[in-house]
């Protein structure tokens, strides 16, 4: 049927894709991919997309086999290749975009890679890109020209902590001033859910050659379960160094809520971490260093997500109906 959504999803990425798949009703489309001795590599569908609507998944971070680059390169190739064989419109889907905490100059002729990033996609005629959670959301609405959307997981954190935490009062921190945006909008998810609406605070945050301080925070906690809301975890120091300020102000309970667990070298501190009573997390990265099974970190998927974002355009629907 060619009103049928055709998804295809790159190697790395395809676990996730089936998910998606899924969801969806829908087998992958098939696709071959060849890597040649020098380190170049192709791609081409096996199947017709002439005058389809093709998606294309690819999570874009580097792991054992493949650096961000090679990941990027692939996707973008790929959704140029479509558009070569006559696909109708192209849609690349991100789980997790790279390049996307760039987003400003904090000094004298810093990169902006996140418009480089979205430059890149129009060249390859990409019609439409869909990622989740991006670093900043206004630098991602504005960097691309072709249409941009943008999910959020936040009401999916606050349907499993509602499950855990009842009617506890709760405050929603955010480890830094720059993330309060991120964190109202996850206020907003849970007064959607609940009809009331959470206490908000911040951490304060100084960094200085890569070395973070700033122990203070901004806002009452005390007597009150903490939710920590962030974008992203590497090392998970600012994350712990908030966990454990909002445990000094009297917090109850302390739980974190990352949408992206790249989980770099030095995570693993987090997998039982005192100061943390939960970490919830996405499965938007396949997480290099896998946490032990009776760690403290809970895992959600968003495949649901994008397959209901899939749906929605495929059928046209406005974009405040992506998510619902």
Known sequence: MKNEPMLFALEGSQEFGKAVASELGIQLASHEERHFEDGEHKARPMEGVRERDVYVLHTLYGDEDHTVNDKLLRLLFFVATLKDAGARHVTALMPYLAYARKDRRTKERDPITTRYVGQLFEAMGADCVVTLEVHNRAAFDNAFRCRAEHLEAHSLFVEKLREKLGSEDVVIVSPDSGGAKRADRFRDAWEEATGKRPANAFMEKRRSEGVVSGEAVVGDV????AVIVDDLVAGGTTLLRAAKACKDGGATQVYGVITHALFGPGSEKLYDAEELDELLIT????????????????????AGLFARAIRGLNTGEETSALQD
Do not use: L
């Not at 005390?222 to 379960?225: A, F, I, K, N």
């Open 222 to 225: 005390s007597g009150r379960v």
């Open 283 to 302: 499965d938007s990265v396949k997480a290099q260093q896998k946490a032990p099974s009776d760690s403290n970190v809970t895992v959600i998927s968003v």
